[in-house]
């Protein structure tokens, strides 16, 4: 009978103890329900912005369910989480750490010149008067064929003949700058260093040639296409320079480093500045079209 009733009393004890607490958390509770009510508010009349009360209380209940669980439901903490906290002395809130995402670099058509102006030369002409390298390769649109790059004064020219077409009928695919005489308007030169270019245009995206982003995120872009520069499968130019072997004109670089450029011709297909890095140096620059098939 007298354990019976002292199970009685503990029982109620525990009960009177365990509803005392969930009152204390509720009130807790509601304190920082308000806390966060008057920040929002005081928030919104310092920016100028008229909250409703209930955006107001909806925020405040977002941001509590948010911050429970042990050490970092404190208030501090919770504000942190979401975006904003305040200074345990004073209450002010510190400018929030959002990890906004980079945008690639926009370069003008004027600021993506080449100084001095590039020659352009019809393929006879050119195959007359610079070095070649002839691989057999695979050439813009999936097919076979001979990639021709012609290097004359510090420019190397991209040609290819596809197969079943005379050589003189080479097409002309772009060209690579590969010499310190060559610069961008913009500034960016052949023989600048990798650190120079980005101290100067942090929003370069830095990528090898895997695609691989290299840097920091940068968004905007559509990575790394080769497509439009030599390269050769394995066992496809055994008669020619690479002796069969795998082959692409961008092994010699270590990475790319990629900006957009406005060509401020409607519908025109996107276009990229590529400035090729070797040993932590500028040491090609060339433009290249990232849809290319």
């Known amino acids: 009978m007298y354990n019976a009733i002292i199970r009685s009393y503990n029982k109620k004890e525990e009960q009177e103890l365990k509803e005392l607490k969930e009152l204390e958390e509720l009130e807790e509770l509601e304190k920082m329900k308000k806390g966060f009510q008057n920040f929002f508010a005081g928030a919104g009349k310092k ?16 941001l ?5 669980g042990g050490a970092d439901g404190d208030l501090g903490t919770v504000m942190f989480k979401t975006g904003a906290r305040a200074e345990q002395a004073g209450g002010q809130a510190e ?4 990890g906004a995402e980079t945008q690639i670099r926009t370069f003008s058509a004027q600021e993506a010149a080449v100084v001095p102006e590039v020659k352009a030369y019809a393929f006879s002409d050119a195959m007359a008067a610079g070095e070649v390298v002839k691989i ?3 050439l813009p649109g999936a097919a076979e064929g001979v990639w021709y790059t012609v290097t004359i004064e510090g420019v190397s020219y991209f040609y290819g003949a596809y197969d079943g077409a005379a050589g003189s009928d080479a097409e002309y695919f772009g060209y690579a700058l590969v010499s310190d005489r060559y610069a961008l308007q913009n500034g960016l030169a052949v023989g600048m260093t990798m ?5 100067k245009y942090p929003d370069l995206a830095v990528l090898d040639f895997a695609g691989t982003e290299l840097g920091k995120h940068v968004t905007g872009h559509q990575g790394w296409n080769g497509t439009a520069f030599p390269r050769s499968d394995a066992g496809m130019d055994g008669e020619w320079d690479y002796a069969g072997s795998d082959y692409a004109w961008t092994d010699k670089f270590d990475c790319v480093m990629l900006a957009d450029v406005d ?6 297909l996107p276009v990229y500045a590529a400035f090729f890095v070797r040993d932590d140096r500028i040491a090609a620059i060339a433009f290249c079209n990232p ?3």
Do not use: F, H, Q, W
């Not at 509590?64 to 429970?68: F, K, S, W």
């Not at 400018?95 to 959002?98: A, G, S």
């Open 195 to 199: 650190d120079e270019a980005l101290a």
């Open 291 to 293: 849809t290319a098939g």
């Open 95 to 98: 400018k929030p750490e959002t």
């Open 47 to 62: 920016n100028g912005l008229s909250l409703p009360a209930g955006a107001v209380a909806l925020a405040a209940g977002l």
């Open 64 to 68: 509590i369910g948010c911050g429970a």
């Open 136 to 138: 057999r390769g695979m």
């Open 263 to 268: 060509t401020g011709e409607a519908d025109a």
